[in-house]
């Protein structure tokens, strides 16, 4: 019996090859895919986000497909094919689960995730990688999430603020000086700067207080975007413009409404 996996790959195949396969398929290459499997991932966390079982199958689907393509495209290039790959991601986990796979004891989740950043560095260390704590964290992590993690690593060496309160003085220094700098309009970089500073706080204050930052915006985004269509409902059929007096008072109905 041909199992789901094979007929997946041979799909890829046939769709890759020179002569009979598909012309746009044929064409990409790992630079050209890359935004497809990032959107493909998000997707994924969407159909999570709305408790859409049924999409969540379509989109892992669609995710699989993703990693089946560039494993193709490798073994066309004779650097690894999908094989080589699922062989990859076992022996990782075999190795860095060693209180499930071997001897090991981790009394806790906080072991576990202790134990396993250990694992990651001790890999990098024996790759020739260098040895900054920082090192590993993707560039191509969405801007908040890789922000949180640069600070999670350099907590690992104890630069860190004792507790989330101890974070809540630095988002008010670094508010303080985004004011400081609007008066001055030849200064955008500067203003941009600063609220770079202020985000970077953020993604802090989201870590200590254990809260995938995010998770946090995408959920507050959601949160704004339904709070607004009502509020566009309503003033339509009031008949209202932009007055922004009567918008805010239609805004805190629509609050007190879901509330």
């Known amino acids: 019996m041909t199992r789901p996996i094979d007929t997946l790959l041979d799909i890829m195949v046939r769709l890759r090859d020179p002569e009979h396969g598909c012309p746009w398929d044929r064409e990409q290459d790992f630079s050209t895919i890359a935004p497809y499997t990032i959107e493909e991932a998000y997707e994924v966390a969407d159909a999570i986000e709305r408790g859409d079982k ?5 989109e892992l689907g669609d995710l699989l497909f993703q990693v089946v393509f560039h494993a193709r495209m490798a073994e066309e290039a004779g650097l690894f094919a999908f ?3 699922a062989a ?3 022996d990782k986990m075999v190795r860095r689960h060693p209180h499930v796979f071997g001897d090991a004891k981790i009394a806790s989740v906080a072991a576990q995730n202790e134990a396993w950043e250990a694992h990651k560095a001790a890999e990098r260390r024996a790759s020739g990688g260098a040895d900054s ?3 590993g964290v993707a560039l191509a992590f969405p801007a908040l999430l890789r922000a949180a993690k640069i600070g999670r690593r350099a907590a690992r060496i104890g630069f860190d603020w004792p507790d989330a309160r101890a974070v809540i003085p630095k988002l008010a220094e670094e508010i303080a000086e985004i004011e400081a700098e609007l008066d001055d309009d030849a200064h955008h970089e500067k203003v941009e700067d600063e609220v770079g500073d202020l985000l970077f706080a953020v993604a802090q204050l989201a870590r200590k207080l254990d809260v995938e930052p995010e998770t946090a915006l995408r959920r507050a985004t959601a949160k704004f975007e339904r709070r607004f269509r009502n509020v566009e409902k309503l003033a339509a059929e009031r008949g209202i413009g932009r007055d922004l007096d009567a918008l805010e008072r239609l805004w805190q ?3 007190r409404e879901e509330q």
């Open 54 to 58: 049924a999409a969540l199958k379509d």
């Open 83 to 85: 094989d080589d790959v």
């Open 88 to 90: 990859a991601i076992s």
């Open 133 to 135: 704590v920082l090192d």
């Open 253 to 255: 109905q629509v609050k």
